[in-house]
Nanobody, 120 residues
Framework: QVQLVESGGGLVQPGGSLRLSCAASGSIFSINGMGWYRQAPGKQRELVALITRGGSINYADSVKGRFAISRDNAKNTVYLQMSVLEPEDTAVYYC??????????????WGQGTQVTVSS
């Protein structure tokens, strides 16, 4: 079974910074991509950032220039550095892993979610 463990959320003032971490473990054959989604109350879950196996990165327009996704391949860990945070960034942030667990079986796995609250 594949597991994702998230950390780094919390309360921060507007303009502040936080770094989220997500470590994957378990029976992973190979990783296709890792990324971050977020969900605010009353809203649909939306993609924040994604990094593929080949290193390509995709950001939501709302976070471009403020957030940065990175990875440590040796540790199967993905990070989200969030800077110049705004109240609109308040949400539960979820790590996602797209991987093959066998040569032919591909699936997505989700972290438990971590709350990010931006408020003065």
């Amino acid at each position: 079974q594949v597991q994702l463990v998230e950390s780094g959320g919390g309360l921060v003032q507007p303009g502040g910074s936080l770094r989220l971490s997500c470590a994957a473990s378990g029976s992973i054959f190979s990783i296709n991509g890792m990324g971050w989604y977020r969900q605010a109350p009353g809203k649909q879950r939306e993609l924040v950032a994604l990094i593929t196996r080949g290193g390509s990165i995709n950001y939501a327009d709302s976070v471009k220039g403020r957030f940065a996704i990175s990875r440590d391949n040796a540790k199967n860990t993905v990070y989200l550095q969030m800077s110049v945070l705004e109240p609109e960034d308040t949400a539960v942030y979820y790590c996602v892993l797209d991987c093959w667990v066998t040569q032919t079986a591909r699936n997505n796995y989700w972290g438990q979610g971590t709350q990010v609250t931006v408020s003065s």
